[in-house]
């Protein structure tokens, strides 16, 4: 079992790009969740898929979007990229309860 | 809003020694608790969680952690620990019951360095 994988890990982007960031859920689980990292902080969350609706959402502005395919795997979409949007962004899939692994998450940096 | 405070930025121990991790929160509501580990270069990792029931509650690799809901605390403790266990630690919590479990507020993180 792979656990949740995330794609890419690593992204360069200029102000103003849309970027997308992938994630696969660990298998069996049905539930994704978004966090951004800042560098020397804990994580923050963005949002939840559940059943291809976003269930929960964070205080993050509708740059931020989601998407849930029927195979349980996500995406976040962020548009018109800031520079303050720099940093490693985190999935975490869970079943019926707190997620219990997140991936290695997708390190973006916006220049 | 939720809020969560770990007292310790870094806390440097040696090997076999014991070690605690603090964990302050703030809430107005019920909540749930949670320790996860983030070793170097991986994704965080679940070591323990309080929903209900007992306020001691043991995790992976030997961590205990005690809720104590009249201080606000979750201190994560070890009695001994060992190199492998440097790593950074996070605490978080969550609104009890409903569809919160996902929707975690994360303290700033302790980096746990454990020498020989």
């Known amino acids: 079992d792979a656990g949740v994988t995330q794609s890419p890990t690593h992204l360069i982007k200029t102000r103003g790009q849309q970027v997308t960031l992938r994630c696969s859920p660990k298998s069996g689980h049905d539930t994704v969740s978004w966090y951004q990292q800042a560098l020397g902080q804990g994580p923050q969350f963005i949002f939840q898929?559940?059943?291809?609706?976003?269930?929960q959402r964070g205080n993050f502005p509708d740059r931020f979007s989601g998407h849930q395919f029927p195979n349980y795997s996500s995406e976040l979409n962020v548009n018109a990229l800031l520079l303050g949007d720099s940093a490693l962004y985190l999935c975490?899939?869970?079943?019926?309860?707190?997620?219990?692994?997140f991936g290695q998450g997708t390190r973006l940096t916006v220049v | 809003a939720q809020s969560v405070t770990q007292l310790d930025s870094q806390v440097p121990v040696f090997e076999e020694a014991p070690v605690e991790l603090r964990c302050n929160y703030s809430?107005?509501?019920?909540?749930?608790l949670f320790w996860y580990v983030q070793y170097p270069n991986q994704g965080l990792q679940l070591l323990l969680k309080y929903l209900s029931g007992s306020t001691l509650v043991k995790g992976i690799n030997g961590f205990e952690a005690e809720f104590n809901k009249s201080q606000t605390s979750f201190h994560l403790r070890k009695p001994s620990v060992h190199i492998s266990d440097t790593a950074e630690y996070f605490c978080?919590?969550?609104?009890?019951?409903?569809?919160?479990?996902?929707?975690?507020?994360f303290g700033q993180g302790t980096i746990l360095t454990v020498h020989p």
């Open positions: 809430s107005s509501v019920s909540v749930y």
């Open positions: 898929y559940y059943e291809e609706e976003e269930r």
């Open positions: 978080a919590v969550s609104d009890a019951g409903g569809t919160s479990y996902g929707k975690l507020t």
């Open positions: 975490a899939s869970s079943w019926g309860g707190p997620p219990a692994f």
